[in-house]
């Protein structure tokens, strides 16, 4: 698998970073696509694009519900570009297999999804769905950061372009967390229980799990991002005066299919249209 | 040489080509309607073969809904200029930057009233505090603004006062 990427590399480096937003060219281009992920390879595109996904989708709820206009907008725009990421990542996903990015977002029940427990988490209140992008955004500038460097051409040009927009989504909850922390006694204590309650789900985020041995140099090992994602959040907490939250860790296994309670109905709603209108555009 | 020029609007060495890129250069961004995508430095090529003609460009944001917009006009455009079989492809590398907006577009963005990048790109170190140059009133040229949101209208704009002239403003933000 290395070897093909390399020799793609190589012979056409334009190719690998193409991502065709059209499904009608879409369809067309699977058949001659030069750059179709191997199945570990769209395994792996799929843990990526569903995190972003599922995550968009839970953001989405807050526009017209957000504490102030500004907000309503920022988690907006955020979200967007997390579809964004999801579209690049399960169109390269759905490639190997003959699927398009909206077979794969629609028509997949929960066992075949592969996002991480944090990402399913609910909105809760401001606070929680703050400290859930703290800790998201925080992993993925990590992540995209080392993924820049895959021997996967098609990889490394979506992490380049997603770590710009990911460290904008970081410094955002950021800016949250420090004024939340030290704002009134009760966005503090707000800030508090919604950190405290997010917290288990960092752990399965830094699962290697086998998929990531077959992947050597082209999937970014979990692992190897703790220690970074956690030195970048740790000024954060110290500056806003919030201790590292201890506690219960989830037991995870999102990559495997085993998902929260939380995933069902967020599905329900982001599949219910695509499912009772097959084929409907507009 | 590579400079930043050349990177930024890759204009195709033969006349066929030449001549389509200059009619695909014209589409309009529909979101900032002043700034064309050869200004942003969307435009990443046009060749004219004997198969038709193939353009490609690239987003500015991953997600950015003004792309299928612009897809579709730059095929209208070249179409309706009597070029053939035309194709337009969107890629992702190199990744769009805003230091590839041109000087005449930066001119064109403030004149419009949104103020144009200021400084360059490039991933911060980890830190908590993002250091930013003062953005200046495109109305009355100031430097005593603030910001107000850092996501705005569009992906790709933040929400600022002048705390002079007292009028909100757009900032296209620079990534």
Known sequence: MIDHGQADVAADPDAHGHVDVDTVQLSAELVEAASVASHDIAEYALWLGDDSLVLAQHLGWWI???PELEEDIALGNIA???IGHARSLLHYAGAESGRTEDDLAYWRDEPEWRSAHLFEQPNGDFA???ARQFIAAHYLFELYSALMNSTDATLAAIAAKAVKEVDYHRDHSIQWVLRLAQGTEE???RMITGLSDLWPFLEELFVDEPLIDRLEGIAVRPSSLRALVEAAMSPVLAEAELGVPRGFISSGGGRRGDHSENLGPLLAELQVLAR??????? | MVTVASVARPRPSDAASQQAWDIAALVCDPEVPVLTIEDLGVLRSVAV???GTHAILTPTYSGCPAMEAMRDDVMAALTGAGYRNVTVELVLAPAWTTDWMSEEGRAKLVSYGIAAPTGHSGV???GTVRLQLAVKCPR??????RELARFGSTSCKALYECRDCLEPFDYFKVL
């Open chain 1, 187 to 189: 966005s503090r204590r």
């Open chain 2, 124 to 126: 911060r170190p980890t």
């Open chain 1, 80 to 82: 967007l570009d997390l």
């Open chain 1, 128 to 130: 929680h769905t703050i």
């Open chain 2, 140 to 145: 009355c040229s100031s430097l005593n603004t």
């Open chain 1, 64 to 66: 017209s519900r957000a």
């Open chain 1, 276 to 282: 009772a209108h097959p084929g409907a555009t507009w």
């Open chain 2, 49 to 51: 073969t004997a198969d």
